[in-house]
């Protein structure tokens, strides 16, 4: 079972007798990534549809450690961040606490909303508008991933993996006021071989967008 350990006043998920994962929004390589990434000019960026004059709301369906929202964040938009599991939202919940304390992220942070939930039953029930809703399902083990290994493997493991994917683009759908944004393995079909309006590639990744319905 995951073990939620504290390091040195920083909260570990430890998912092996000798590996644990932690969030570090002011880490090396998420400062490197904000300050030489790419800015406007990622896939990422480019999917979502920000531009210097936009002020983008981006429900962020599939936090996991926070990394594609962070990159949001980072780049003006405000954006809700949800997690289900359990172990997943805490280690979310730390990092962002440390985070606010860092006075170079702190007004990115301050973009950043975390909250507790099933994504499906937020959308069903919430009344607020977004923008954007993102989703960042699982992939397979076999793909490559932007992520540390290690990273992967605790997310791999613990995280919930009962919203059915499909379903929770169906909903998305629904309640977007611009796009959907999926991220998918850079050769995979489309989520639920539904088909995007257009895709944006990245380096490992690719970014299926479609219109919302709203």
């Given at each position: ?102 006075p170079e992220i702190a007004s ?72 959907v944004v999926v991220k998918r ?30």
């Amino acid at each position: 079972m995951p073990a939620l350990i504290r390091k040195n006043d920083v909260l570990h998920l430890q998912y092996s007798s000798s590996d644990t994962v932690f969030i570090d929004f002011a880490s090396k390589a998420n400062t490197f990534r904000r300050k030489h990434g790419g800015g406007l000019g990622q896939a990422i960026a480019k999917a979502i549809g920000i531009t210097p004059k936009t002020n983008l709301t981006v429900l962020d369906t599939t936090a996991g450690l926070g990394k594609d929202a962070f990159v949001l964040a980072s780049l003006g938009c405000t954006v809700t961040l949800i997690e289900k599991s359990p172990e997943i939202f805490a280690l979310l919940e730390d990092g962002i606490k440390r985070a606010k304390q860092d006075p170079e992220i702190a007004s990115i942070i301050a973009r950043m909303k975390l909250i507790h939930a099933d994504s499906i039953q937020y959308l069903q029930k919430s009344s607020q508008p977004f923008d954007v809703i993102y989703l960042d399902p699982m992939f397979p083990a076999k793909q490559k991933s932007a992520l540390p290994k290690k990273d992967m493997q605790a997310l791999q493991k613990w995280l919930n993996h009962d919203e059915p994917d499909s379903e929770l683009l169906k909903t998305a759908l629904k309640h977007a006021k611009k796009r959907v944004v999926v991220k998918r393995p850079r050769l995979a079909p489309p989520l639920n071989n539904h088909k995007p309006d257009f895709s944006y590639n990245g380096k490992s990744c690719r970014f299926d967008v479609y219109f919302g319905n709203a």
